[in-house]
């Protein structure tokens, strides 16, 4: 599923007028009004509207210059209000950092698209034309610096003219808008992640969330790369150690295995049917950590040599309280 941020950088006070701006933001304002994939999947950071649109007036300021109650209504709304925002559901715990012409974006739009497909999400940039820097090429090469690893560079494909973002758009797979969907998704997205029948069940009564949704996709990509990282006798590499390194140690892992206290308080709980072989029951006490809202992921752990997927018998809020 593809999501796009609306990229702050490429508003540098470069509009001769705040009319210059705005009539571009109508046009913006139409393509999320008639399409509900942009209306839900388009992105922007909460602080858009201080961006400078020309040399002394920010986004607040050029629109109620307009004195145009209906453009100023929509707007506000969207950008104090509705979202969605980049930073909703972001791991907090995430410390890298992103620069793209020597600009910090770290906390903008265009820093969380390349945050997001460094964890395998479809995430693209809208930006202004005019900028200083230029943000009309794609794509936009974002310099990341991870915490504990070397400079890299993140390619992110950009628009910034409305009529070639709504072609995308149209092209582009619909949100999910039940659970049932979402995890049909997921299940047909990641093949070395086996979702067991029953997780829809468990899900079905909890109103259907996006975060988690997304959330979801980022931690079985994770779990599907570490399957795919090993050599065909099932042994471990490198990307493979890699991998447990970042996600699976240290106090701001991805996955843990719960507590001893909690293994023995929840151990029935803790306790599911191997999704393919019923007559086998299996402990999953590691899981991967949703934290708004608190779900959890429970899958099988370690794997064995011999093992060629991961079992997900759980997706559902916190167990173990």
């Known amino acids: 599923m593809t999501e796009w941020h609306i990229n702050d950088l490429s508003l540098s006070g470069q509009f001769r ?46 629109i109620l210059q307009q004195a145009d109650k209906g453009l100023t209504a929509q707007v506000l709304a969207w950008l104090n209000k509705a979202g969605p925002f980049s930073d909703d559901g972001r791991d907090v715990d995430d410390l890298s950092k992103f620069t793209f012409a020597g600009h910090d974006v770290t906390d903008q739009g265009l820093g969380e698209a390349a945050r997001r497909r460094e964890r395998e999400v479809d995430a693209q940039t809208f930006s202004f034309d005019g900028a200083t820097p230029s943000c009309s090429t794609t794509p936009l090469a974002v310099d990341q610096q991870p915490a504990s690893e070397a400079l890299q560079t993140v390619l992110v494909p950009n628009f910034w003219d409305i009529a070639t973002l709504e072609q995308a758009v149209q092209s582009a797979l619909a949100p999910p808008r039940n659970w049932d ?8 997205d990641f093949d070395k992640v086996i979702i067991a029948e029953w997780v829809e069940d468990v899900l079905r009564p909890h109103p259907f969330n996006m975060n988690v949704y997304n959330r979801s996709r980022e931690l079985l990509g994770v779990l599907q790369k570490f399957v795919e990282s090993h050599t065909p006798d099932g042994l471990r590499t490198t990307e493979s150690q890699k991998i447990i390194a970042l996600h699976f140690s240290g106090q701001k892992a991805w996955f843990s295995d719960s507590s001893e206290t909690e293994k023995n308080d929840f151990k029935d709980k803790l306790t599911f049917r191997d999704p393919l072989r019923d007559d086998i029951k299996i402990f999953c006490a590691w899981h991967g950590k949703i934290k708004t809202p608190q779900y959890r992921i429970h899958f099988e752990w370690p794997l064995q040599q011999t093992d060629r997927v991961v079992k997900v018998v759980y997706i559902g809020p916190k167990l173990t309280k």
Do not use: G, M, P, W
């Open 181 to 188: 969907d979402a995890v049909a998704r997921l299940r047909a």
């Open 17 to 62: 007028a705040s009319a210059d701006f705005c009539n571009v933001l109508r046009e913006l304002l139409k393509l999320r009004a008639r399409n509900e994939t942009i209306r839900t999947q388009l992105y922007c950071s909460r602080q858009l509207a201080t961006r400078l649109v020309t040399h002394n007036l920010d986004v607040r300021s050029a």
